[in-house]
């Protein structure tokens, strides 16, 4: 497994920093996965080689290593060392705007190989693009967008408030060398637009014909041709989805 088993890209969004960007939407309601993850330790994995071909790659599993939100609680467990009250909350909630609404990412910024789905959908559908011919591709996280984090601040002031005895957040001993998930972006919508730099064949075009709308519980997705190189997903509805994340590691949150 790599990083390009589970994220489409990494990049920096307008001041949201850097993103790991999910290869397919997870639902917000997953108890190891989605909103959970925030405040939890996951696994920082490697790769040689790196998944832009540079020396050693390090990434996040996007996969709960102990108990969810572990160091949320332990954060709650420091509120008069951080100056909280009790009605202060730990987790804030920021809308994004227009400007950070939005990522494109060029095929140089891809981790994604060979022919696979359309990126940041909740599940394959059958059209697959390939991606050794794109161009480009735009994801739009909609207006009903927003970021929930963990102010870094808060996470510093808990690393010496336990002098940076990791096993004194999480017991299991994972957090000292793994990451913390320090912020998420959820969405209910989300539009993708593929640019190839060649056009689409004929057997694409019946692909996407057949497709067309897919209704589901709570969730609509459509696809469309914008021309003869750029095709357009839309997902659509109630459901809250995690599309993209950020971390920390352990011993970076020493600010002192």
Known sequence: MGAQDYYFSSKSMPTLGRMWILKMLQDARGSGGGLSMLGSVVQEASERGGFLGLGVSHYPVPMLMSQPRIVTRALEGVR????????DPIVLIQGLTIANQSIMVNRKDAF????????SLPAT???DVDYGKMLSATINFGATAELRYIPLGYLGGLYRHVNGTATAVDPTGVLENNYVVDSVLLTTDVEVNFTSAERFTGDFHAKLAALGSIPAPNLKVTYQQKDDRTVVAKVTGERVWLAAFSVSEWHDLNMT
């Open 80 to 87: 008069p060392e951080l100056g909280l009250k009790l009605d």
């Open 112 to 119: 994604t190989t060979g022919v696979g789905p359309l990126p």
């Open 125 to 127: 559908f059958g059209l």
